[in-house]
């Protein structure tokens, strides 16, 4: 009964390779997210999708791609991955109108590029 | 007490006593401030939220206090628990901006002593 699920929830690969992380919500909610977590912790947004339509997108290098195939998914493909790109990756839910606003984040992925 | 440093700022308190977190914003038009809890491994989970027009809103065990003039929440924990060794997020909403966009704050580490 997981409410938002990632995976994989690890990933090591080398520089260069391409690689996909998927998320999907059983919340019913119609706005999905990832955001990134460097190594001190900080949180930024990348990306929001509302029912399937690309809303907020973060000056995120075009090597990134979220694709949202019905509102309860959204992956991310990463294209030539870097050494910077190592990060915890978070897939998160809302509804789209509030109160509340909360947002619901899934597990995380650790995405480690050597 | 609380350190600030290279790393992630670190409020160590003993099991029983009062924990209170700070968080400095950014954005007047902000209309939301929400806290949110991350514990090892896991992905942020909300606590709390307060809107704009309010100095005070109070949860279970939790109370957050918004000072708009200085720009200033706080999260205060009552009696605390080794549970809530966790890092804790401030985070901004301005709802009218498209998507939800929720703006992060640095973090800090509670580290709760037996």
């Known amino acids: 009964d997981t409410a938002v699920s990632q995976t994989p929830k690890y990933l090591v690969t080398q520089m260069g390779n391409d690689k996909s992380i998927k998320c999907e919500q059983n919340?019913?909610?119609?706005?999905m997210y990832w955001y990134k977590q460097d190594s001190k912790k900080f949180l930024k947004i990348m990306f929001s999708?509302?029912?399937?339509?690309?809303?907020i997108n973060e000056t995120v290098p075009n090597r990134f791609s979220p694709k949202s195939p019905d509102k309860a998914h959204l992956n991310l493909h990463i294209n030539s991955l870097e050494l910077g790109d190592s990060a915890v990756y978070f897939c998160a839910s809302s509804r789209e109108t509030g109160p509340p606003y909360e947002q619901y984040f899934g597990p995380g992925t650790r995405l480690t590029v050597t | 007490g609380e350190s600030v440093g290279l790393h992630l700022p670190t409020l160590s308190v003993q099991e029983g006593d009062n924990s209170i977190i700070n968080c400095a914003y950014s954005n007047s038009a902000s209309d939301y401030f929400i806290w949110y809890k991350q514990e090892s491994g896991k992905g942020p989970q909300f606590i709390i939220d307060i809107r704009s027009n309010m100095d005070k809103r109070q949860g279970q065990r939790v109370t957050v206090l918004l000072n708009k003039t200085v720009k200033h929440l706080s999260l205060q924990i009552a009696a605390t628990q080794p549970g809530d060794s966790a890092v804790y997020f401030c985070a901004e909403l301005d709802i009218k901006a498209a998507g939800n966009k929720l703006t992060f704050g640095g973090g800090t580490r509670v580290l709760v002593k037996p």
């Open positions: 999708y509302n029912n399937k339509e690309l809303i």
């Open positions: 919340l019913g909610h119609d706005t």
